[in-house]
């Protein structure tokens, strides 16, 4: 920037160039990633794999707070509340942040938001290891007759939308017990509190490789073999016509965050996160898939899992506004 300075009348007009402070480069203090749901969670888990990548990546401290409720919705919206200028993050599975405006909770669509996908889970079916249920046969016979106490971390959650659908299937009924995340939902069902949790595999591994958990199916369109856990028949053996679309976890942030915080996250993904033996570990040892995409690619990515999710959610009785309205058509 130049100015002029003007000395009194007769003197001579001296131009001083004066250099402008430099502007700060993005990131310059540390960011807050906000994970929606309690801690050991699916989304809990890779987040913070994923955040200690970025901090070598970013150069600045990115930490990891934990704010669940209201089945993510708490914890999501701070993120949105928050001053849009890249410091505040948020993270989970992109289905639950694309319908929350269709259960009223937000009032924000999956395309105001930018997506930074890590991995794509899958949802099983598992009983304690002494159920008297042994197969998907047997699970639907008594999901059908009704009575089934199902461990879940809450509505719009993986597991309420895995039984959810598998009710609907078969025209059942179950009792929906609420945790307050994945994980303690899972150790309902070990401890024989509830009779079934339909939770991600990534949060039931350790439960099924230490035997304490029968896996009877996963919601996906082919078998799935676990280390330590043997192979886990698809749920299209006895539903064939079941929609399955997989589940894909990541950070997102506001989609209007200043250009230079988009461009410094797309280089990240595309050059360290593609590249990060960390999360490739880390999806391979918990039966999840490595997924890294961002842009309209991560968006296209998603889409089917939210369009089945709505309406699952409306046609549930437990939407505020018809998908329609929300330019969400069923799929």
């Known amino acids: 920037m130049r100015f002029k300075h003007y000395l009194a009348a ?3 007009v001296v131009a001083t160039a004066i250099a402008a402070p430099a502007m700060a480069e993005w990131p310059e203090k540390p960011i807050q990633l906000i994970v929606p749901w309690g801690a050991g969670g699916a989304t809990d888990q890779v987040t913070r794999i994923v955040a200690a990548e970025l901090e070598d990546a970013l150069g600045q401290n990115v930490v990891v707070v934990n704010q669940e409720g209201a089945s993510g919705s708490i914890g999501s919206k701070a993120a949105w509340d928050a001053p849009h200028d890249g410091y505040t993050w948020t993270a989970g599975a992109a289905k639950d942040l694309g319908t929350y405006a269709v259960t009223g909770k937000m009032d924000t669509s999956i395309k105001d938001w930018d997506l930074y996908l890590n991995s794509a889970l899958a949802s099983v079916i598992s009983v304690p290891a002494n159920s008297e249920i042994n197969d998907l046969a047997g699970f639907l016979a008594a999901l059908k007759a009704g009575g089934l106490k199902v461990g879940t971390s ?3 959650s993986a597991g309420h939308s895995s039984i959810e659908a598998l009710s609907n299937a078969v025209g059942g009924a179950y009792i929906h017990a609420i945790y307050d995340g994945g994980a303690t939902a899972v150790q309902s069902t070990v401890a024989g509190e509830t009779d079934v949790t339909t939770q991600l595999i990534s949060e039931q591994i350790d439960m ?3 035997g304490v958990l029968k896996p009877i199916a996963i919601i996906s369109d082919s078998d799935v073999e676990v280390t330590g ?10 539903l064939p016509d079941l ?3 997989p589940i894909y976890f990541g950070i997102f942030i506001p989609g209007d965050v200043p250009d230079e915080v988009t461009a410094k996250m797309e280089a990240a993904w595309s050059d360290v ?13 918990r039966g ?4 890294v995409f961002s842009g309209d690619e991560a968006q296209a990515k998603v889409w089917p899992s939210i369009q089945s999710n709505a309406w699952l959610l409306h046609d549930g009785g437990q939407s505020t506004i018809s998908p329609d309205e929300l330019d969400i058509p069923r799929p």
């Open 10 to 12: 007769g003197a001579t």
């Open 154 to 156: 809450g509505v719009n």
């Open 208 to 210: 099924l490789r230490a």
């Open 229 to 238: 856990a043997g192979v886990i028949p698809s749920v299209l053996s006895e």
């Open 243 to 245: 929609a399955v679309a």
């Open 273 to 285: 996160m593609a590249n990060s033996s960390a999360l490739a570990e880390y999806t391979d040892g």
């Open 288 to 291: 999840s898939i490595m997924t």
